[in-house]
């Protein structure tokens, strides 16, 4: 189980980077294509998918650091609040489209403190 939250939150990763590095028509394409209803609810269900995730990853992470106080499950633990943050205002982002430059700092946030947890 933990193997395959882990995989479905990489993936989720991996998509997000490539939808980034698609460059600025990325943003008008979605909007065009989320018009679709169904395209838009399929959508939606996926990014509460991960937020629902990302949310059942925080508590096993705090879990485990209640328990072993570990510096390196802290910081994972704001790696995932990060990534949480970053799909909350995405999510919000479909309806207010201000909100759609705002996920891509948090996800950059996110991997710094990744890359930092791993150095040490």
Not at 32 to 44: A, S, Y
Not at 48 to 63: C, G, R, V
Not at 66 to 85: N, R
Request: glycine share 4%; charged share 15%; proline share 3%.
């Amino acid at each position: 189980m933990k193997k395959l939250l882990i995989a479905l939150l990489i993936c989720s990763l991996l998509l997000s980077s490539i939808a980034e590095a698609y460059g600025p028509k990325w943003k008008e394409e979605m909007e065009e294509k989320l018009e679709r209803p169904i395209l838009k609810t399929l959508f939606v269900a996926f990014v509460i998918l991960n937020i629902i995730l990302l949310m059942i990853l925080l508590i096993l992470y705090l879990n485990s650091f209640v328990k072993t106080k570990s510096s390196f499950t802290l910081g994972l633990v704001f790696f995932i609040g990060v990534l949480l943050i970053q799909k909350i205002l995405f999510l919000i982002g479909l309806y207010i489209h201000a909100f759609l430059v705002i996920p891509p700092f948090f996800e950059t946030l996110a991997l710094i403190i990744l890359l930092v947890l791993s150095l040490e």
